[in-house]
């Protein structure tokens, strides 16, 4: 069944559908570019793979170093490879109700060392009663692994600001929501609506998390939007709040 248009829905499409489009083209041109990198890499791989084995047997010298180092961003080259194959042909998700807090928390323990380390403190405020999610369980934690990283790259920007993540879950009568703010430098206005596109960074990633989140959740009948009426993480103008919504499992037939 079609969802009621409401006053002002075209306004708010428009951009969604240019930048829909903007997406498919350089998702087929990302194709390519993974499918040419990817026979290469694998080649580099396995020749520094037996290389690295020789090397540990003769020197434990400098050589061995630069062969650690090109390892490391050969992964991260191919590592690059699939995440574009992902942008230009999303796997099908296996939609079903899925409990969102538990995720969050999983996330937050699994970041918990890297948080320490680079001085970050995360909050949570979960809604204890807040019911399931319809989505693909295990996409939807990639999603929020991804935004949890990004949230931790913008705020270790700034080293004069706090580094405070804050998380929040609620439920609306049709739908779950998650803000994840942060008081990081902030998304300046010039750059707000181009944050969904591919290769946009403002702090030196790849530029890859929030476009192929939007992909995952619109494939889950969701999305995510840069919240313009919440600042970041400590209430004020500074940082960004990202707003994950995905519809409830109880609101869908057969859902639960």
Known sequence: MERPTRPGDEARLLPEAIQAEQLATIGEVSAG????????????????????????????????????????????????????????????????????????????????????????????????????????????????????????????????????????TEATETRVELRISDTGIGIPPDQRGRIFLPFVSGWGGSGLGLPVARQVLHGHGGGIVLDGQHGGAGGGGDGATFLVHLDRADRIPHAE
């Open 33 to 168: 570019v993974a499918q040419a990198l990817g026979a290469p890499l694998t080649a580099i791989q396995v020749a520094l793979d037996r290389l690295h084995r020789y090397e540990e047997a003769a020197t434990t010298g400098t050589r061995a170093v630069e062969l650690q180092v090109i390892a490391q961003e050969t992964r991260r080259i191919a590592w690059l490879a699939r995440e574009l194959v992902g942008l230009a042909r999303p796997l099908k998700p296996t939609l079903q109700a899925t409990a969102l807090n538990p995720l969050v928390r999983d996330i937050a323990e699994l970041l918990d060392g890297s948080f320490r380390d680079a001085g970050v403190e995360v909050e949570l405020e979960l809604d204890e009663d807040l019911p399931r999610a319809w989505s693909d369980r295990r996409q939807l934690r990639h999603v929020l692994l991804a935004l949890f990283m990004n949230a931790q790259r913008a705020v270790v920007v700034d080293s004069e600001a706090p580094h405070l993540i804050h998380v929040r």
